[in-house]
Every structure is written in structure tokens, then in C-alpha cells.
């Protein structure tokens, strides 16, 4: 039996130095609530990302939670069902409705060509994603919100690092969340943070984060315990050095993807090329392939099986669709999704992380080509 190859690792940084980083949390006792290390850390992402508002949370969901109330929205948000439980769950939690729009078959973020039609006088929000690090249509996006008097939020959970024309992703839309779990490209064990362009949303966006306390006697809002501790400030602060070179890596793994499984019948990769084209710098988050079974002769889901038996660990990353989770399959029974369903039922994400080496690169993609010959 050969090694186990998991869907995804955590990078960390060199143990000694974040041995160093936290050396001083000993003496100072300052473990949580706006420590030096969590003060250097959102400087450094300012820096990094080119940000003038920056908050740091908890975790990312939090963040998008406390984000949709600091815009006080109210009513409708459309929205994208092919996304993480999380970006529907904040948008529900909020008392709002999330309003479906179906995906594109390219890239796999809202078509911004059928939200139009989806907007009604009860509608505040668009709130789209970056998913897989694939940047939404963005200018298109902008227009359609400033047209129709909406709130643009950008779930960039799986964008960190992402830059059009030179310039950090951060910045787009009112405000822009990042999480920094774990799994993701860069992260602070658990954390996220949200970018916003507006300073008038900085006090709820800090009250909602810590019970709503303004000062020692003054209790302003019902608010959320949010808040990013010194540990995780500095694993973010830590991991925040290596974040280009870990890019760089990912980008490898991802050409040596590229070089076994870019020209298969019936197996689409994201198209690099195309996002050079446009201006995109990637952060190579994941390396989704969707397969089309009357073209493979295999579906999805024996391939799926077929990396099991040989101990390699995918993800069908996202299936189910958000209108099929049991919590939500009642409400939105009736909503016509046929790109992101088709999507969801043949999509599956391969082993992605920067330390993958090409030995097993080769033998995913083996895997697959064998499968493929004898289909
Ligand atoms: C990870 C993720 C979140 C939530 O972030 P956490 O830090 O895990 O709370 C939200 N949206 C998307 C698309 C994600 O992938």
C-alpha cells in the first residue's frame, strides 16, 4: 500500500520562529484583546494587502457575519449556491434571504449576466465569491450595484494573495473577507479578516467584534466574542513571510499538473492562460477538474472511489450544492441552477498544497490516465 496523499496540508513556518514570536506572551501575560502581536500582524497585512481598514477576527465566518450587519442590509442578497456552507449561513444568520444566481461554466463565480433579472425592490446586497481563487467579474459587479443602489461584498476566502493588474484583490467592493483557517492558502491557524473602503463601517466593525464594548462602562451594541488572539496573530504574522514563496511553490505543482492532465477529453482545468490574459495573478488555491462523464466514460464519483482505493484523498469541493444541504433543501426547492448543478455533480478538487511533491503529482495523474484507457 502506497502513502497516504491528503487533499490538502497546512504550511507552517520554521518552528523556531514562531517559538521566537511568541516568546514574549511569558512575560507580558497579553494572550488575547488587541496585543502587540496582533497590532503588528494587521500592520503587516495592511502593508501586504495595500489596505487602509483592515480588521482582524476570530475566523473568517465571523468576519462575513459581522460584515453584513456593519452594512445594516436588509431584505434580499443574491447570491452564489456554489460556494462553502459558510457564505449562506451569514447571509441567513443575518435575518436575510439569500437569493440564488446561477454560476458561469468557466470560471465558476456568479453570472453576473443573470443577476439582473434577479433583483427586486427588496434587494440590498450582492454578495459573491472568489471561489477557488477565481476572481468574479468585478467591474461588471461594481456597475450593476452602483445602477441599482447596492451593497458589494466579496467572500474572497480562497483569494488571499490573488492581485488583478498589480494590485491586491482586498480592495474590490465595499468590503472584501478573507479567512485564514488553516486549510486556506495562507492562514493564522484560525482567523479572517475584512477589507473595507469605507471608514464609517470601522466602529460597528470593531463593536460587533467584542460584545458590542466601546469602553469600560459603555456597551454599545449586541455583539459577538470575535476577537484574534495573540497565538494565532502571530502564526498569521509568521506565515506572512513565507507567503510568496509558498505561492511560487503552489505554482509549480500546479504546471506539473498542467503538463499530465491539460489536454484530456472531457477533464477541465481552470484556464491559466485565459487569467494571465486578463491581468490575474493567481494564488493557486485549488486545482478543481470537472469531469464529463460522456467524454471520460467514468463519472466523477468513480474517480473519486478510484483515488480512495489507492489512498489519495480528494474533496467534492462543493458538493452538495448550498440548495441541497438538508438545512435549505425545504426553501429552495424550486430554483433552477442548471450550471451550478451541473458543476457541483462533476467537480472534484485534487491534492493542492505547496509541499506536493511531482512523484505524487505523477501518481494522481496516473491515476486518472488509467482510468481513462480503459474506459
Ligand atoms: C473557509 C471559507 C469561509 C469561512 O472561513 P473560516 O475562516 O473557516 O470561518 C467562508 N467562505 C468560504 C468560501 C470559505 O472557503
Same mark, same amino acid.
Given at each position: 500500500m502506497s502513502?497516504k ?15 521566537e514570536k ?15 502581536i ?10 501586504y494587502?495595500?489596505c ?14 459581522i ?8 431584505g434580499e442578497?443574491?447570491t452564489?449556491?456554489?460556494?462553502f ?5 451569514a ?7 439569500p437569493?440564488?444566481?446561477? @454560476? ?24 459573491? &465569491?472568489h &471561489? ?7 467591474t461588471?459587479l461594481?456597475?450593476?450595484?452602483r445602477?441599482h ?11 488571499f ?12 467592493g465595499d468590503?472584501?473577507?478573507?479567512s485564514f ?20 463601517y ?8 467584542n460584545f458590542?464594548?466601546?469602553g469600560p ?18 502564526m498569521g ?8 514563496e ?11 499538473y498542467?503538463?499530465?492532465?491539460n ?11 485565459e487569467?494571465?490574459?486578463?491581468g @490575474?495573478?493567481e ?27 489507492h489512498? @489519495?484523498y ?10 441541497e ?5 425545504e426553501?429552495?426547492?424550486n430554483i433552477?441552477?442548471p450550471?451550478?448543478k ?6 472534484l ?14 501518481r494522481?495523474?496516473?491515476i ?8
Amino acid at each position: 500500500m502506497s502513502d497516504k496523499i491528503l487533499v490538502t496540508r497546512s504550511s507552517l513556518p520554521p518552528f523556531d520562529e514562531y517559538v521566537e514570536k511568541i516568546k514574549g506572551i511569558w512575560d507580558s501575560r497579553w494572550l488575547t484583546n488587541n496585543g502587540p502581536i496582533y497590532t503588528e500582524f494587521e500592520d503587516k497585512l495592511k502593508k501586504y494587502l495595500q489596505c487602509q481598514n483592515l480588521e482582524l477576527y476570530v475566523n473568517g465566518h465571523m468576519a462575513l457575519d459581522i460584515s453584513l450587519k456593519a452594512l445594516e442590509l436588509k431584505g434580499e442578497v443574491i447570491t452564489t449556491p456554489f460556494t462553502f456552507a459558510s457564505t449562506t449561513h451569514a447571509i441567513v444568520m443575518n435575518g436575510l434571504i439569500p437569493v440564488f444566481c446561477d @454560476i458561469k461554466p468557466d470560471d465558476y463565480t456568479i453570472d453576473e449576466n443573470k443577476i439582473e433579472e434577479l433583483i427586486t425592490d427588496k434587494t440590498s446586497a450582492i454578495l459573491a &465569491v472568489h &471561489v477557488y481563487g477565481q476572481l468574479c467579474n468585478i467591474t461588471k459587479l461594481k456597475e450593476i450595484c452602483r445602477k441599482h443602489n447596492l451593497k458589494l461584498i466579496f467572500d474572497a476566502a480562497h483569494a488571499f494573495g490573488v492581485e488583478l493588474d498589480r494590485q491586491p484583490i482586498a480592495n474590490f467592493g465595499d468590503i472584501s473577507m478573507f479567512s485564514f483557517h488553516a486549510t486556506k492558502v495562507f492562514h493564522s491557524i484560525e482567523g479572517g479578516a475584512v477589507i473595507f473602503n469605507d471608514k464609517k463601517y470601522e466602529r460597528k466593525l470593531k463593536n460587533l467584534r467584542n460584545f458590542g464594548i466601546e469602553g469600560p462602562e459603555s456597551v454599545v451594541e449586541v455583539g459577538f466574542n470575535a476577537k484574534m488572539n495573540e497565538f494565532a496573530a502571530a502564526m498569521g504574522s509568521c506565515n506572512l513571510d513565507y507567503i510568496d514563496e509558498n505561492i511560487k511553490k503552489r505554482k509549480n505543482v500546479v504546471e506539473q499538473y498542467c503538463k499530465k492532465i491539460n489536454n484530456i477529453d472531457g477533464i477541465k482545468i481552470i484556464d491559466y492562460d485565459e487569467n494571465i490574459k486578463k491581468g @490575474i495573478k493567481e494564488n493557486y488555491a485549488y486545482f478543481p477538474i470537472v469531469i464529463d462523464e460522456t467524454k471520460t466514460g467514468f463519472t466523477r464519483d468513480e474517480l473519486f472511489g478510484e483515488f480512495e482505493k489507492h489512498s @489519495i484523498y480528494t474533496r467534492k469541493y462543493f458538493y452538495p450544492l448550498i440548495t441541497e444541504f438538508e438545512c435549505y433543501e425545504e426553501k429552495f426547492e424550486n430554483i433552477d441552477l442548471p450550471v451550478a448543478k451541473w458543476v457541483s455533480d462533476r467537480v472534484l478538487t485534487l491534492p493542492m498544497y505547496s509541499e506536493l511533491s511531482n512523484s505524487d503529482i505523477s501518481r494522481i495523474c496516473d491515476i486518472i490516465l488509467n482510468l481513462y484507457k480503459h474506459s
